[in-house]
């Protein structure tokens, strides 16, 4: 309880602060990763050739879900909605944005609604390295992608950050 106000009255500046606060979640995003890719090649999951695309698509999605729990924490008044939020934003984004199933067997105005998830670009660019043997070249519109929108979200909750 109150740890936001506890830390704001350090002497670091609100960039720090929040900076801090990101690296953490990211921190953990990414452990989560890596962990759910070792388990998959310990059981033998062939997961291509190109192990920086993957680091890429990974590093980029991460950020991007980061932002976006940054962006909407703002609004949130407790823990429980936060995680309530979480629970809900997992369950939509993830069939929308093809980890359910693939986009190509949905109706094309459900594959234009995708677009609006992260969980698709980063699908896409999971898909093409490890199915199609891409590389770092060919998944770079949706490393893009994840990332323009992960700057965006980001600059979302800078702006609109406050400690009460």
Not at 124 to 148: C, D, M, R, T, W
Request: aromatic share 12%; net charge negative; hydrophobic share 60%.
């Amino acid at each position: 309880q109150w740890t936001l106000q506890r830390l704001a009255v350090m002497p670091i500046t609100r960039a720090q602060l929040l900076g801090g606060k990101i690296l953490t979640y990211f921190t953990l995003g990414m452990i989560q990763y890596l962990i759910i890719f070792a388990v998959g090649v310990a059981v033998g999951l062939d997961l291509g050739d190109d192990w920086i695309g993957l680091l890429l698509v990974m590093i980029a999605f991460v950020l991007c879900i980061t932002a976006l729990a940054f962006a909407l924490a703002i609004y949130m008044q407790n823990e429980e909605q936060a995680a309530g939020t979480a629970r809900l934003l997992a369950l939509t984004l993830a069939p929308l944005g093809g980890a359910w199933w693939p986009l190509e067997i949905v109706p094309g105005f459900m594959q234009a609604i995708a677009k609006a998830s992260p969980i698709a670009w980063a699908m896409q660019g999971f898909k093409e390295i490890i199915f199609y043997g891409g590389s770092v070249l060919s998944i770079l519109p949706e490393v893009g992608i994840l990332i323009a929108a992960a700057a965006l979200l980001f600059g979302v909750a800078i702006w609109q950050f406050r400690v009460e």
